[in-house]
């Protein structure tokens, strides 16, 4: 199962609140530049984070995300950091309000980078759960408000980010293209050319999210030619603050990332009903996730709004998507036990008698404690016609189930 971040920030008032402050955000020994590699997790940029000169923890960068989160109170606990205030959040359902504080004077390192009186939100509980629905050891999120004052470049194939001082940046080598974008509120949003299903097409509007690790997201009620397309499937497309994202998966014939033309990218259409708020969504048709930003180096540039992509080995690579109907989460006290969360009907996984909540201990022979959630993921993605064979244990009993995976959008 792939998770998808949502922060709905109640009013201005949390923004305002986080802003102001006289950050203190240098590059160590006068450096013109920071080089802070990371892990490519499950679809996910993890960086590793000094906080406050104590706990070594990580981090999801997030440019979807305007604010900086801490998702594990307990850490602010133990520091006993002073809770300011408290922000009610919309979950991701638009309708459920979570709890989530303000603290300030809060001190990060990245590589070389020092970021010091930092304010940020820490949730009330950690309903991201990064740990069990993305396998993810994570304590938080890195948003805009620290990645304001750079140039950022992200290169997917070496796993590093590169932060750069404005006034001694230049262009690197390369085939970068720039993208038509808006920056709002410190976020990049990219209009670009979409082949849509039913041989319409349109320019559309989509958040670039770095914190998204689908591929393409689209939200339905935003346009009436975004419409489902004949093969699809109805899924759990995620899980955001506050609860499950509930949707449909198919593919877009194509869409445009610079000169690059990316085709039968699989996408996840987001199930709103006419009657929530849809101030959210900025005027957004959907977001752009790391599934297709991988396929390229991509600058982002906060100073001036602009953003450059250059495609890497990746850019051709076909959008690969499960093939068996199971949605699986991580279990156990070291995450070593994949746990069925959702069958979907009329797949070869229901087809074999797979019930919500089976444990999977083996996959074709190799333990899954060995193969973590996305690498069980992965192999359920495997080539149509591909035998499954796998050991679960239902109600203290193990079982053996086989299946052959086939397309399923």
Not at 48 to 68: C, M, Q, S, Y
Not at 169 to 197: A, C, S
Not at 333 to 355: C, H, N, R, W, Y
Request: charged share 25%; net charge positive; proline share 4%.
């Amino acid at each position: 199962m792939r998770k998808i971040l949502f922060l709905l920030l109640c009013c201005l008032a949390i923004s305002s609140s986080l802003t102001a402050q006289v950050p203190d955000l240098i590059l160590r020994k006068n450096a013109q530049k920071a080089e802070v590699p990371f892990e490519y997790e499950n679809g996910f940029i993890v960086v590793r984070v000094v906080f406050n000169n104590i706990f070594p923890l990580k981090f999801i960068l997030d440019t979807g995300a305007e604010h900086t989160i801490l998702t594990k109170r307990e850490i602010t606990d133990l520091l006993q950091v002073d809770y300011q205030r408290r922000f009610v959040i919309m979950g991701s359902d638009l309708k459920t309000e979570l709890g989530a504080y303000l603290v300030r004077g809060i001190v990060l390192t990245m590589g070389n980078m020092y970021l010091s009186n930092r304010s940020m939100l820490v949730l009330e509980d950690d309903y991201f759960s990064f740990d069990e629905f993305a396998g993810l050891d994570v304590h938080g999120i890195i948003g805009a408000d620290l990645l304001r004052r750079f140039i950022m470049m992200i290169d997917y194939r070496k796993k590093t980010i590169t932060f750069y001082d404005p006034s001694k940046f230049t262009m690197p080598h390369g085939k970068f293209t720039e993208l038509e974008v808006e920056l709002h509120r410190n976020k990049p949003y990219i209009y670009t050319h979409t082949d849509l299903p039913r041989d319409t097409s349109a320019r559309l509007k989509y958040l670039m999210d770095t914190g998204a690790s689908v591929a393409l997201m689209m939200y339905t009620v935003t346009d009436t030619l975004l419409q489902l397309p004949e093969q699809f499937i109805r899924s759990n497309i995620g899980m955001g603050l506050g609860g499950f994202i509930e949707g449909f998966v198919g593919r877009t014939p194509e869409i445009d990332i610079g000169n690059t033309k990316l085709q039968e990218v699989v996408t996840n259409y987001q199930d709103f009903l006419p009657t929530m708020d849809s101030a959210y969504f900025n005027k957004r048709n959907g977001l752009i996730g790391n599934q297709v930003l991988s396929r390229f180096t991509v600058i982002v540039d906060y100073i001036k709004g602009k953003v450059y992509v250059a495609p890497n080995g990746k850019a051709n690579q076909k959008f690969r998507y499960d093939r068996s109907g199971l949605s699986l989460v991580a279990s156990g006290p070291q995450l070593e036990d994949i746990t069925v969360f959702a069958v979907t009907p009329e797949t070869p996984a229901s087809e074999a008698g797979m019930k919500k909540g089976d444990i999977i201990k083996k996959i074709n022979g190799v333990p899954s404690a060995f193969t973590g959630l996305q690498g069980t993921i992965n192999r359920l993605k495997k080539r149509p016609g591909k035998r499954i064979q796998l050991i679960c244990e239902r109600d203290g009993e193990r079982i053996k189930v086989r299946f052959r995976l086939r397309d399923l959008i």
